[in-house]
Structure formats: structure tokens, C-alpha cells
């Protein structure tokens, strides 16, 4: 997959005409959505998230000119998702081993509403916790194919990995996940 | 076909991603085997586990405020136009959410007679909404009293807009500029709602019945469109729907 074309942020840039202005408006803003939500799974943290996303749309807005395709999404969540990562690889290892990441994740503090559907949010507490213990990996393409309901071959663009790997990262992190929310808990599995 | 291999395809196989001879003996072999398709149960009953009860983590505002004004301000760069001038004053206006209502001039609009027109106007305003944000260029009077603002638009524009005071709801008025829609110049006003600025465009739509659009969001932006007493008006912003819904009412309306 090629379609990486997005240089070191200090590399060749050009302003925005008014009409690349109009296009990165219409093709790539629309998923900043997707693409907090990417950074906010893979590196599990709202700051981090927040800064990366910035990071990636500066990015992305200065190589815009590069962009040639019709898919917006992908190239713009494969920016997010390079800059993410490049931010993880720069932290201190915190089991990012591809089997199963140990690092409890510290739970949010939400201050619960009167009203709220109690086991719901545990409900929801579960999944995420169970998915940002998963592997960075198998975290990523299972945001990309459930939240984002992206084809292998989108993800493949996104993360620049052939398909056959991601049919492999998702069965593999499915296979944890399912063993992770499984009424025994989530335990250990090779 | 072994379970052990329909195991390992059986993600795929849910994903519709295996070409059609694959998928089919998949499911010849599900079809005959009890273990496997239980484990298809749950393979599907994970997916919609996930799509239900995942937490989605949206951008916030000021992120979306952040992003479009960098987007903006690469492309005013490449004019060249040197709008830095005020930069400083309304910089911090990026990080803040933004009520735009538009009061446009003669332009005259399709809303009450084609979707097509009503999206178009919409992301036309949006953008209008943006760039006065954006571009430095919020306002060309600042004024909260609707006394000096009115009566500056007096000469610019070929109709006089509408100007209403809600600053007793908590919807001051900050002031007013000339903007353009379609090559049109129109009036635009500035309404501000605690950290959220508020643009309005208004002009004349004589003839056109009394209505009322329920907001539309559109960028991340809400845009919600009157049409009251022969004027349209519309109105744009990131305030929350709700609120926004009640300040036009009010403009509008007056009360």
C-alpha cells in the first residue's frame, strides 16, 4: 500500500489554495471523529490523543497537496495512526508485547449521574478495558473493523501491513477479547 | 475442512471478507457442526458487543476548533494576505466554540425548494462561519449595543437587518460585520453564549411562508435556518443544539 505519502513534517510543504482549502474540507474533515477516536484507543490516554490528532492534521494539512485519492478517511487515519504510534515508540515500554499487554489501564474518573444505566456503564467499562489491554496491534484493527467499519483492505492502507495480516491480527484479537470478556474474566492467554 | 482451520477463518468469514469458495465451505462445514457454529455465535455476538458498548471518543470542540483554524490559516498564508493584524486580538477565538448566524443579503435562496439547495446553503455557511473565525475577520463593528451595530450596516447592505438584543437570556451581542454568500454581500452578526460565539447571516426572503428547521450538523458544526417575517436567517454554530434551537427562537422571535 502506497499511498503513504506523508514526509517528515518538515519536509516540502505548500500553503492550501482556497480550492485544496475546500477539498481538505470536504474529504478529511469530516473524520476527525474517527480519528480522535483512533489516537484515544491506541494510546489510551485523552491528552496524548488530543495532541497526536493536532499533530496529525498539521500534517496532514501541509502534505495535503500530496493527496490524490478519493479516500479521505484512510489517508487521513493512516497519518493518525503513524503519529501515534511514533509517540508510543517514544514512551517508556510499557508491555507492548504483541501477545497481551498487562497494563491495567487506570479507569476514568466519571462522575455517575443520578440516572444512569448502571450496568451499561459497566458494561461499557468491561469492553474498553478489555480492548486497551489487548495489544496495540489487535487493538488497532479491531477499532478500525467494529467502531469504524473499515474493509481489510482499508485497514491494510491505514496500517500499512498486506491484508493477510490483518485477517490474522483481527482473528488473533478476537480470539483474546472474546477470552478477556468471558464470564471467568479476563485472565491470562498465551 | 478441519474445525481447527474454520476456527482460524471464522473471523474473516464473519467479516464477509473471503472470496465466495472459502466462505462457502465455511458455511457447509457450520452447517453440519455444532461446535463451530456456536463459536460463530460468539464471534458475531463479540462484534456487536463492540459496536454497542465500545465507548466512542468524538473530538472535542476545541480540537475541532484548532484543527479547521490551522486548516484556514495555511490557506490564507498561501494568499499571501496578511490578515496577522488581529491575529493576537482573536487568536484565542479558536479555541472557543462559535455561534454563527448569517444575515444574507440578496441572495436568494432554494431552501423551500429543493434539499439539494438547502445541503449546499448549509455547507456554505458553515464555511462562511469558519473563515469569520478563522480569517481574524469575526467582526468589523464591535459593539454589544444593537444601537451602534444597526445602524452601521446603513449604506453597505440594500435592506437593514434585524438586530435583537438577548443579552438579558445570556446571548449578548458582540458585534457585526459584512460578509459575502454566493458573491452577495450580506450582514452578519455576532452573538456570543459563555465560551461559544455566536454568527448570525440574515437577509430578505419576502414571500417566503414562516419555518423552521430542526439543527443540522454539518462539519461538526450545528446550522439551524428561520425564516421569519420575510427575512431568512441562518444561523451556525457548535453550540449545542439545544441551546442554539432556543437562540433562534428568541432572535427571530424576540422573546
Known sequence: MTHEREPEADGPRRYLSPRELDRFNECVLPYLDAAHNLARYLL???????DAVQDAFLRAIRHFHGFRGADGRAWLLSIVRNTCFTRLSGRPPSGQNVEFDEEIHTVEERSPGPDVDLERRAAAESVREGLDRLAVEFREVLVLRELEGLSYKEIAQVSGVPIGTVMSRLARGRKQLLLALAPGGPKENG | MQ??????????????ELDPLGSREIQEHLDRCPTCAEALGGMRGLGERLRAEAPYYPAPDSLRARVSQAAWREASRGRGADRRRSVATWGWLGAAATVVVVLGGAWLFTSHHGVDGFASMEGEVVSSHVRSL????LMDVASTDQHTVKPWFNGKLDFSPPVTDLAASGYPL???RLDYLRGRAVAALVYQRRKHFINVFTWPDEGAADSETPPRTHQGYHVVHETHGGMAYWIVSDLNPEELSAFARMLVTGK
Open chain 2, 174 to 176: 458582540i458585534g457585526g
Open chain 2, 134 to 137: 478563522m480569517a481574524s475577520h
Open chain 1, 44 to 50: 489510551r490516554d485523552a491528552q496524548d490523543a488530543e
Open chain 2, 3 to 16: 474445525c481447527e482451520d474454520v476456527l482460524e477463518r471464522l473471523s474473516a468469514f464473519v467479516d464477509d
